[in-house]
């Protein structure tokens, strides 16, 4: 299957084999929201628009999504015990779109290609902040 992020309108394709064996096809976010993350962040997440992030993208030659990371996320997100890490980000020095993704790749792809419009993150500060 074929999706397009909401920054950039970047295409990225998710193997059929991967989606079914996922059960994704009967798959929808609670009213677009986000993903559940361990209720021990709360304090430390912060939920923010996907619109507000910018798509990562890997180096040439490394292939864009891989099975054995994107197809537990998946799983996760229509198992009822969902708790999965928020994505890592900073701020974009270049203030659109306001965030980059750090650590959480595959957790954002998955997060487009499920239709959810939030994704919850935790901040770091930017080297080049730092006091």
């Known amino acids: 299957m074929k999706f397009r992020t909401p920054v950039d309108a970047i ?11 996922a059960e994704m096809g009967a798959f929808s976010p609670n009213g677009g929201g986000y993903y559940p993350y361990p209720f021990q962040l709360a304090n430390s997440v912060k939920v923010v ?9 890997r180096d040439d030659g490394v292939p864009p999504l891989r ?6 996320v998946l799983l996760a997100f229509t198992s009822p015990e969902c708790a999965l890490p928020p994505v890592e980000v900073e701020r974009s020095s270049s203030g659109h779109p306001k965030y980059r993704v750090l650590n959480g790749y595959h957790r954002y792809y998955a997060s487009v290609a499920a239709g ?3 994704l919850p993150v935790t901040i ?4 080049g902040n730092a006091l």
């Open 11 to 21: 295409e990225f394709e998710i193997p059929d084999e991967w989606w079914t064996f």
């Open 49 to 57: 628009e996907i619109a507000d992030i910018e798509p990562p993208k």
């Open 67 to 72: 099975k054995y990371k994107l197809v537990p």
């Open 116 to 118: 959810y419009t939030k």
């Open 124 to 127: 770091r500060q930017n080297q």
